[in-house]
């Protein structure tokens, strides 16, 4: 290793979880602060922690509840237009095949 550029390590640098957990590992910092750890992580302790500091997930839910509660407009409304579009080309279709029938048979009579 080249002397000089590599940061000092620390051999006994202390970890502080912010839910008073401590334990000491190696580090190029002396003390490391971290906001979570094996012990109060959501994934290994099974507990649902939400952390929203700009009401974020109240928005997401009363969005969410809204959107449950009344369905699209516009998905509806397109659907809707469709269905029409659809039975008036039917109705097109019929009706000109209706007419093709009825030129055709008068011309062999």
């Known amino acids: 290793m080249k002397k000089g550029i590599h940061p000092q390590y620390y051999p006994q640098a202390t970890v502080i979880c912010t ?3 401590t334990w000491t590992t ?3 910092k002396p003390v490391l ?3 979570l750890c094996p012990n109060c992580h959501p994934f290994f302790t099974g507990e649902q922690k939400i952390v929203d500091t700009a009401g974020q ?3 997401f839910m ?3 509840e809204k959107a449950q509660v009344q369905p699209r407009k516009k998905r509806e409304e397109r659907r809707r ?3 029409e579009r659809r039975a008036l080309l039917v109705e097109e279709a019929e009706a000109a095949e209706a007419s ?3 030129a055709s048979g008068e011309g062999e009579a």
């Open 81 to 83: 237009k469709r269905l």
């Open 57 to 59: 997930v109240e928005r």
């Open 19 to 21: 839910c008073g957990n």
């Open 62 to 64: 009363r969005r969410l």
């Open 33 to 35: 602060r971290i906001e």
């Open 100 to 102: 093709g029938d009825e």
């Open 26 to 28: 190696g580090s190029t």
